[in-house]
């Protein structure tokens, strides 16, 4: 099992760039594929982006393409989400989970055992 919390959320103006970090304790993150998810205010949880446990596999919901990038750093346990261009539609909550490596990338949050509390990214117009 493993502990994840979110950081680097904040207000940014519509264009900026914002980096959020999941960082895992308990148990290294490196057996674990991650997923990054969001929630918005009257709108369902969708999936965002998600990385393997290696790092060589990546998944990014066509909303985010482009512009946001997933990557990881075993080493420090950590796995970020690095956001650019950001648009007022990508305000929300946004959480990191994680589930033992699965060998498949799963957009469904069914498919995650290990979940952050959340951080929040507000971007203005």
């Known amino acids: 099992q493993v502990q994840l919390v979110e950081s680097g959320g904040g207000l940014v103006q519509a264009g900026g760039s914002l980096r959020l970090s999941c960082a895992a304790s308990g148990r290294t993150l490196s057996m674990y594929d991650v997923g990054w998810f969001r929630q918005a205010p009257g709108k369902e949880r969708e999936s965002v982006a998600a990385?393997?446990?290696?790092?060589?596999?990546?998944y990014y919901a066509d909303s985010v393409k482009g512009r946001f990038t997933i990557s990881r750093d075993n080493a420090k346990n950590t796995v970020y989400l690095q956001m650019s261009s950001l648009k007022p539609e990508d305000t929300a909550i946004y959480y990191c989970a994680g589930v033992y490596r699965s060998g498949i990338l799963y957009t469904s949050g069914d498919a995650y055992d290990y979940w952050g509390q959340g951080t929040q990214v507000t971007v203005s117009s």
């Open positions: 990385i393997n446990w290696s790092g060589d596999n990546t």
